[in-house]
């Protein structure tokens, strides 16, 4: 069936390191990837998203990456700060319907 | 700035209880969800709705139902509530396309 599950539940980061956060999923039908931030008391905020056809894309201070190959997305954050801080959730959305379904979430815990 | 506000942060409603989660959204959006969110199972889709008075199920929509009269408002029900529905739920709304605004969510403990 479909699913998006994540590798790792928790990440400790140094303040200034770079992150990486990994996600698997399984539906090659779908048309993005996506990868949202919720910070604590918050609903989920959008990050950036990827098309099904493209493997790298960027954005401020992130990059997302696609492997269909081996059915693989991650999130790179550099120069990790403290307001990163937060539990980050990839999704998956096929066009028809509209329909977005979530992974479980990654902790992200940024170090003084 | 896209606003969805959900009605309440905190709910506390007993056993067998109707329970009405009301969510508005200020963007003239096609598109609303309500999803709920349980510790290590992320944010699981409940309903949602492209238009008015349309819905679909998500993946878990067995206890709950929708109702969607006007273009912004998406509103969840639990006919008769029940302990294993005290959770957190989230409503969100979007344009076609990945992107998707999310309320504050509503903590909801049946008791």
């Known amino acids: 069936g479909e699913s998006v599950g994540l590798h790792l539940p928790t990440l400790s980061v140094q303040e200034g390191d770079n992150s990486i956060i990994n996600c698997a999923y399984s539906n090659s039908a779908s048309d993005y990837f996506i990868w949202y931030k919720q910070e604590s008391g918050k609903g989920p905020q959008f990050i950036i998203d990827i098309r099904s056809n493209m493997d790298k894309r960027q954005g401020q201070r992130v990059t997302v990456l696609l492997n269909k190959t081996v059915k693989h997305l991650s999130l790179q954050i550099a120069a990790t700060q403290p307001g990163d801080s937060a539990v980050y959730f990839c999704?998956?959305?096929?066009?028809?319907?509209?329909?977005?379904?979530f992974g479980g979430g990654t902790r992200v815990l940024v170090k003084p | 700035d896209v606003k969805v506000t959900q009605s309440s942060r905190y709910l506390v409603k007993r056993t067998g209880e109707k329970v009405f989660l009301e969510c508005v959204q200020d963007?003239?959006?096609?598109?609303m969800f309500w999803y709920r969110q349980d510790p290590g199972l992320g944010l699981r889709l409940i309903y949602f709705?492209?238009?008015?008075?349309?819905?679909e199920k998500g993946d878990i929509p067995e206890g709950y139902s929708v109702s969607r009269e006007k273009k912004e408002r998406f509103s969840l029900i639990l006919e008769s509530a029940s302990t294993n529905q005290t959770s957190m739920y989230l409503c969100?709304?979007?344009?076609?396309?990945?992107?998707?605004?999310f309320g504050q969510g509503t903590r909801l403990t049946v008791v």
């Open positions: 963007m003239d959006h096609e598109n």
């Open positions: 969100a709304s979007s344009l076609w396309g990945p992107e998707a605004f």
């Open positions: 999704a998956e959305n096929k066009a028809a319907g509209n329909k977005l379904t």
């Open positions: 709705s492209y238009d008015v008075k349309m819905k």
